[in-house]
């Protein structure tokens, strides 16, 4: 499967905890974004990486939130002591463009967090 | 702030009907317009996309029509079928603009009757 694959698929944690997902994207390509979809509404713009570089962070993302994307390969979206409110799915998509085209965002399964 | 308004919330059709879906944007620098289906448990998956230099696209069953002065565009699905049952999500973003980032619509669920 060359798709853009997430890890895990479903996470249940209890609040205060601490979670991480994974995000593997699509080989060649060079830029990956996370969003946040909650039940009923579209999927919302979180943060975004061009390589490896962190360029844009949505006002969503406060400070308990994290990502990284080391050697700009998988990207990791850690969540600190969650809150019941951060229950919902989280999206990652990858794209690649080297300028001048706009290139098709592909999503992967999501992982869908419970914070109980 | 919505900056992409998404109507009607659900639908549902016969086979053979015609579904239309439609989207109104605030951002005039909005200039690309993709339409995405996403399946339950599963992430979105672009169908088709537009960009405001034409009037509408056409990919199989799938059309966009797109207005620009009225800020307008909408998701029409041909001879639709119970496989297209799945909820529907207009988004916009500016290119070339940095991150490119989607702004999704809240989506429409379609549920097409045999």
């Known amino acids: 499967d060359t798709g853009v694959s997430q890890d895990p698929r479903h996470k249940i944690t209890k609040r205060g905890q601490n979670v991480t997902f994974r995000c593997d994207p699509i080989?060649?390509?060079?830029?990956l974004y996370w969003y946040r979809q909650t039940l009923g509404q579209g999927p919302e713009f979180l943060t975004y990486?061009?390589?490896?570089?962190?360029?844009?962070k949505s006002r969503l993302l406060s400070d308990r939130f994290s990502a990284e994307r080391p050697k700009g390969s998988f990207s990791t979206l850690e969540i600190q002591r969650t809150e019941q409110g951060d229950s919902a799915m989280y999206l990652c998509?990858?794209?690649?463009?080297?300028?001048?085209?706009?290139?098709?965002?592909?999503f992967g399964p999501g992982t869908r967090l419970l914070v109980l | 702030q919505q900056q992409v308004k998404q109507s009607p919330q659900s639908l549902i059709v016969q086979k053979g009907g015609i579904p239309i879906i439609n989207c109104a944007y605030e951002?005039?620098?909005?200039?690309?317009f993709p339409w995405y289906q996403q399946f339950p448990g599963k992430g979105p998956a672009l169908l088709i996309a537009?960009?405001?230099?034409?009037s509408e696209k056409k990919e199989g069953r799938f059309t966009i029509s797109f207005n620009k002065s009225a800020k307008q565009f909408s998701l029409h699905i041909m001879d639709s079928q119970p496989g297209d049952s799945a909820t529907y999500f207009c988004?916009?973003?500016?290119?070339?603009?940095?991150?490119?980032?989607?702004?999704f619509g809240k989506g429409t669920k379609l549920t097409v009757n045999p």
């Open positions: 988004a916009a973003s500016i290119h070339p603009g940095g991150s490119e980032k989607l702004v």
């Open positions: 951002n005039t620098a909005f200039d690309y």
């Open positions: 998509a990858s794209s690649f463009s080297a300028g001048g085209t706009q290139e098709t965002q592909y």
């Open positions: 537009i960009r405001p230099d034409v």
């Open positions: 080989s060649e390509h060079n830029r």
């Open positions: 990486f061009q390589n490896e570089a962190q360029l844009e």
